[in-house]
């Protein structure tokens, strides 16, 4: 998949999804799932199919309470229990954390499998290997969003189609 497809799949997506985001950081969001997905060899669907289970909204200063810590930013990366990772102060930069994001997501695939336990392992990787009710309901969820992602990336594959075919076509003229 090119980046072309992805940032913009992604920019539409965090446009519509937040409105009031300055357009600067709507394309920083974007570039940082893009980059990440990249360099951590991951689907960006899948990473973006993730902001929406955790924070929607993508609303980036987004700092709660956790069970243990807090949940940071767009990808709601708890500071306590990854509090290993080296910028886990960073994190709510997008860029810092869409790569923790992706390093977490990796780590799961890896450990769990890629399959429904390893994507809900990312909120509990207790409840998940217990098939615990509140995994499966946070699969589901992500599921939802894979989908809703993924339809963005049709929409920008098939745009940017038109647009290559129509400066092709104008070129050859």
């Avoid at 990854?82 to 450990?111: C, D, T, W």
Wanted: hydrophobic share 45%; proline share 3%; aromatic share 10%.
């Amino acid at each position: 998949m090119s980046i072309a497809v992805c940032l913009a799949a992604l920019s539409m997506l965090v446009a519509d999804r937040a409105p009031d985001l300055g357009v600067a950081m709507q394309h920083e969001i974007a570039k940082s799932i893009c980059y990440a997905s990249r360099a951590y060899r991951l689907n960006p669907r899948i990473l973006a199919a993730y902001t929406l289970n955790e924070n929607g909204n993508y609303d980036v200063s987004l700092l709660k309470p956790a069970a243990v810590g807090y949940d940071a930013g767009i990808f709601q990366v708890n500071t306590a229990i990854n509090r290993g990772m080296p910028l886990i102060r960073y994190a709510l930069n997008p860029a810092v954390e869409a790569s923790l994001a992706a390093q977490i997501i990796q780590r799961n695939f890896r450990e769990f499998g890629y399959n429904w336990v390893g994507v809900a392992a990312y909120w509990s990787p207790q409840e998940a290997l217990n098939h615990g009710r509140q995994a499966i309901a946070y699969f589901d969820r992500w599921h939802r969003h894979f989908l809703e992602v993924s339809h963005y990336f049709r929409v920008a594959e098939r745009e940017l189609a038109s647009i290559h075919q129509i400066t092709s076509t104008g070129n050859a003229k």
